[in-house]
């Protein structure tokens, strides 16, 4: 078995031992495990940050498979757990919290009341809209993350990250739904999880300094 240290120091090799430090403190909620959210959430935590709030009240289907992080294994099994057994295969050392819940007005103050960092990567425009709307409210002190747009193939320098107030970052095209596109297909949707990723990294790293 290897060593928390073991990992801790590998992980310090690659992005020196001050970044390590604040990662592994860090604490960061993905809110929506599909496409977007299983890829973000691998992502944290292949970057050392320690602790992960897994939020998603799903099953893995067969149709997920295209694009997200689960196996056939899987099948049927909540998404949180799925993704926190996945993630524990490669970092046993996470601190890993999952609520198999769907997020409402009337929960996410209380399901969120400990996370600093909130990624939204939720597929449903309704669901999206309702905690972002909430976050801002609620706790703008908060830094959130969310995604508009990553349906389709090809145009992948369409995808960018975008600047909305002080404390909230959108990515995507912020065009492309599966409405108007009629698919999601893993490479677009993952460049979009990357730049979710890539932008929690800066913000955890910063303090919330724009770069």
């Known amino acids: 078995m290897v060593s928390e240290k073991e990992i801790d120091d590998a992980l310090a090799l690659r992005h020196t031992r001050q970044v390590q430090e604040k990662l592994k403190k860090a604490k960061a909620a993905v809110c929506g495990l599909g496409g977007l959210g299983s ?15 897994l939020i998603d009240d799903d099953r893995v289907d067969l149709s997920n498979l295209n694009r997200q992080q689960y196996t056939l294994a899987q099948l049927g099994m909540p998404k949180p757990e799925a993704l926190k057994e996945w993630l524990l295969s490669f970092n046993p050392y996470l601190k890993i919290c999952t609520d198999c ?10 399901l969120l ?6 990624c939204e990567a939720f597929d449903q425009p309704e669901t999206k809209a309702m905690l972002t709307n909430y976050v801002l409210e609620h706790f703008p002190e908060r ?3 969310g995604a508009s747009g990553m349906a389709g193939f090809g145009e992948s320098n369409r995808i960018h990250t975008r600047r ?5 970052y959108l990515c995507g095209d912020e065009i492309s739904g599966i409405e108007t596109c009629g698919s999601l297909m893993a490479p677009r949707v993952m460049l979009c999880a990357a730049h979710q990723a890539n ?13």
């Open 143 to 145: 830094y959130l993350v």
């Open 39 to 53: 890829h973000i959430a691998g992502a944290l935590a292949r970057c050392g940050v320690g602790s992960l709030h």
């Open 164 to 168: 909305i107030t002080s404390h909230y």
């Open 113 to 118: 009341k400990d996370d600093p960092y909130i």
């Open 199 to 211: 932008k929690m990294i800066e913000l955890i790293l910063q303090g919330g300094r724009e770069s």
């Open 101 to 110: 819940v769907r997020m409402t007005e009337e929960n996410t103050g209380e």
